[in-house]
RNA sequence: GCGGAGUUAGUUUAGUCUGGUAUGACGUCAGCUUCCCAAGCUGAAGUUCACGGGUUCAAAUCCCGUACUCCGCACCA
């Protein structure tokens, strides 16, 4: 279905709609989560915490959205997560300073150069606003983070631009504390800011956003000493390096030497495994392997996991092979130890991340997942049952001649429970309609019928197909058929 | 940020050129009816027309500014 199908089901069904909108001074990139998108959100990570947190025994952690400035000067994100720009006084355009500069005059400055580099390179080199032939004003960095001051001082702090740095810096204790062996995957969901020049698309592309990211620390000669290995050898990926995409086995990848070695294909694996049961269809999804341009500055190796929706391939994941970058420039600039004995050895470990971005993988799912059927005029959100925000409507067929309260009943036993929906008004048909555009995977009703013998029929969402059972049997019917893979 | 196009109820939309306080559909709510797939009937609520300013006796409509959305450019850890 398209994004514009998806968007329209969003704001009519409350998954998702835009912050602060009674406001005219609202910001973009800011968007809210309706009841709807929680529960879809909530379950989506109940499923993350199954498949990758628990499977592999990692730890999870909920750190600051705020961290201090010295964290961002080790990590780098001060000095490099900004780009030099150039504005024409003319005509107001702003440009990128070291790609306009490398255009005109094939000079190659590095962005993370002293900003005078720019201006003179500019005034000597007589560049001129591209668009309109006006001058430029000084070079500026833009820096994508976004600034608070803390107490009446206003000490200089940030807002995170990805979880991962608690992890990082918590590092020391949570191996020490939590008797860590390596390797170990520490485990972070929570939100990130970024400034974005031009947030766009909804959840696609926000300036408040959430991640679920796993940092998975190990001893640097052992990449290949994976035992869990065997169980996703024969897992089938699809991985780009150059051209098209080839699709193979993870145990393929690994010996043909796309994928560098054990520990990175484990991961990548169970990443897969994942995201086949969040009903995203993952033959159109591909690992990218970046090129030295495309890759973040911390990174030596790093995989995109894509995946292909109607305005094109969607960035879900990250999985960057980030070495010891991290934890040596928070060591040196904490003067704190993070080297840590594994067995006889000490070592220094490096990491591997799978940053995930969840609004996208939300997205990604709703898109995958709605159906326009055509025969039954309806539009169908065909969910996993696990993921669906609603797991049953409990109707009663009609309102009178103690329906509605056997219905009551009924809802009041399995309300704990199960995410149950009650509803008595209106045509049942219509019901039946509301409770497909958000998913819910069964609808029981209660009828005359059921006053007499205690049954009720279930009707299941994608079939439209209906069974009559006993009330008893409901509670043990709906816990098998929502429970998690 | 730049350029283009837009913004009228929960959604979709008429009206904007030619100024006279807004139209339909769907949806929502209540009741009747039917009694298992968006049926029908009756009734109701909901838009100070994105926001701010200007012109005018009078502005959804004309003018200016701002924000947001979409498309393209640029950007995208």
Known sequence: MDYETVMKLALERGFYFPSCEVYADAQAGFWEYGPTGVGLKNKFLQLWRRELIRRDGMLEIDGSQIMSKSVFEASGHLGNFADPIIKCSKC?????????????????????????????????????????????EKTKNFNMMFKVGIGP??????????????IFVDFPRLYKTMRGKLPLGIAQVGKSFRNEIAPRQSLLRLREFYQAEIEVFCNPTKLDVVEKFEEIQDVIIRIQTDSEPVVITCKEGLESGVIPNKFVAY??????????????????????????????????????????TTIGWLELVACNYRSDYDLTSHATKSKEKFEIMDGDEKVLPHVFEISMGIDRSLYTILEHSLRDDKEHERIVLSLKPYLSPTHVGILSLVKKDGLKEKTDQIHLNIKRKFDAFLDHSGAIGRRYRRLDEIGAPFAVTVDHQTLEDDTITIRKRDS????????????SILSESIAFP
């Open 92 to 136: 107001n355009s702003t440009f990128r300073a070291d790609k306009t500069i490398a255009e005109i005059t094939k000079i190659e400055i590095p962005e993370s150069a002293d900003l005078i580099e720019f201006d003179n390179a500019i005034s000597q080199n007589n560049i001129k606003c591209q668009k309109c032939k006006g001058d430029f």
């Open 153 to 166: 001082e206003e000490e200089e702090a940030y807002l995170r631009p990805e979880t991962c740095q608690s």
């Open 267 to 308: 991961y990548l694996g169970i990443l897969t495994e994942f995201y086949e049961k969040t009903g995203i269809d993952v033959t159109k999804s591909r690992f990218r392997k970046l090129g030295e341009k495309e890759k973040a500055f911390y990174a030596e190796v790093a995989f995109d996991f894509e995946v292909e």
């Open 464 to 475: 439209m197909e209906q069974t009559r059972i006993n009330i008893s049997e409901l509670d």
